[in-house]
């Protein structure tokens, strides 16, 4: 419930949306969605893509209407376009034949006011100088600037965010990401409510009081969780972890072990907390890069592997840190080396060699959830849109059909799980259960 210092500004109540699909028929995108906006607050609704934020925010702002429930606005039913809200675009959607100036004060003379707080938001955002460029002369940074600018100047209760940093490098995105809450902490900026839709866990702690964790297919609210962190927020404090690993829980719908299952004779390894990003390398590659090495004493220029294998560059460097992340080569400078490990891989029959790289898998906080994920289902068997969208928030910058067609085929050659495309599933068989609960085989 809200209470009187945040009354609430809208109400989202029981929402649903559906599209047409091309097969025919509709497409649910958000189902029975009901969410509070209140007064003083940045509030991030936070899924991968297809969950639906995006159209959940256009909703909020009247430019797309429910096919079933209502939004309330100040207590009443909202009819056409929201006039309390303001949006800022991923894109800019700036206009390229008129100044940063002109671009502000557009929307300005469409809502009858005069331009006195264009020269006020200009410098808010950090414009001043930049008055009469356009947009061809700005950078991808400034031109979101002049985006912000541009929704601040109406005054908007709600300003409202889609995904508006994916557009700009890290660095400008962290900067903006400050500057946006400095602002919104500045009494004078006129706007005390910032909605947010993003795909970025570390971006939402950094900037909300509230999270809105959304499911996808059809989109619905998972979970809210209030974030407490005093600003300004440091992604390097514990606390600031700790809440991104709490969020990474909930997408994963996985509760993790205090510790890791410890095996008779073998040393536990601890996890990470986020999810390890894969390099594209198919297993076969992995174990193909292993014998040449063994072929050459065991060590080899990455260079010269380069070159004699007759492979690009980059595929050869993926297959290099593939073995790499598994343990079972090392990369001292420019050359790449077996462990022991790897050379008890090779040394070993099919059988050994599946125990072994289930084990290096197995260590992946990646394939634990899925492999654990699995193992709680009744039937065994997982959707492959939970893993996709958990890649999408767990990765947000890597190829999550890429990714996902690695998961399979590590956890395929492991042992681990199966894929079924026709269905759209990860499974088991009762048989993969016991054999992926068995430990590694110790060297004699």
């Not at 031109?143 to 409202?160: D, M, S, T």
Request: charged share 25%.
């Amino acid at each position: 419930m809200t209470d009187a210092t945040n009354p609430t500004l809208c109400d989202l109540r029981g929402i649903h949306k559906n599209f047409p699909s091309p097969s025919g028929g509709a497409v649910t995108v958000l189902e029975d969605v009901s969410l509070e906006i209140r007064s003083d607050e940045i509030l991030a609704v936070l899924g991968p893509s297809g969950c639906g934020k995006s159209t959940l925010m256009r909703i909020l702002a009247g430019l797309l209407q429910p096919d079933a429930g209502e939004v309330i606005y100040r207590g009443q039913p909202l009819r056409g376009l929201n006039p309390g809200v303001a949006m800022v675009f991923q894109s800019f959607a700036l206009y390229p034949w008129l100044t940063v100036r002109e671009n502000i004060i557009e929307p300005l003379h469409a809502r009858a006011r005069d331009g006195q707080t264009a020269e006020k938001v200009i410098h808010l955002v950090g414009l001043t100088g930049f008055e009469e460029a356009y947009p061809r002369e700005l950078s991808g940074g400034m031109k979101q600037r002049v985006g912000i600018a541009r929704a601040l100047a109406v005054q908007p209760e709600i300003l409202c965010m889609d995904e508006p940093f994916s557009q700009v490098d890290a660095l400008t995105a962290e900067n903006l990401r400050g500057e946006v809450v400095r602002f919104w902490s500045d009494k004078d900026a006129g706007t005390r409510t910032i909605f947010i839709v993003s795909h970025d866990v570390k971006e939402v702690v950094f900037m909300a009081t509230r999270i809105v964790v959304m499911a996808a297919r059809p989109g619905r609210v998972r979970t809210i969780i209030e974030n407490h962190l005093p600003y300004p927020r440091d992604y390097r404090l514990p606390a600031f972890q700790r809440l991104v690993d709490q969020i990474h829980a909930v997408i994963t719908e996985t509760e993790m072990p205090d510790e890791p299952p410890v095996y008779p004779g073998v040393t536990p390894v601890e996890r990470p907390h986020a999810w390890e990003p894969l390099p594209a390398a198919a297993s076969g590659e992995i174990i193909g890069l292993l014998e040449v090495l063994d072929d050459r004493g065991g060590r080899e220029n990455v260079f010269e592997l380069v070159e004699d294998l007759g492979r690009d560059f980059g595929t050869i460097l993926n297959v290099v840190k593939a073995v790499e992340l598994l343990e079972l080569a090392d990369t001292p400078r420019q050359e790449v080396m077996l462990t022991d490990l790897g050379r008890r891989f090779l040394a070993g029959s099919i059988p050994e060699r599946k125990r072994i790289f289930r084990a290096q898998v197995g260590q992946l906080r990646m394939f634990s959830d899925v492999v654990n994920q699995i193992r709680r289902s009744d039937k065994l068997e997982l959707d492959v849109d939970v893993v996709q969208s958990a890649l999408a928030l767990h990765l947000p910058y890597e190829d999550i059909d890429r990714t996902f067609r690695t998961i399979v085929d590590w956890g395929r050659y492991a042992d681990l799980f199966d894929h079924d495309p026709g269905r759209d599933k990860l499974f088991m068989e009762e048989g993969d259960v016991a054999a992926e609960t068995t430990p590694p085989t110790e060297p004699s």
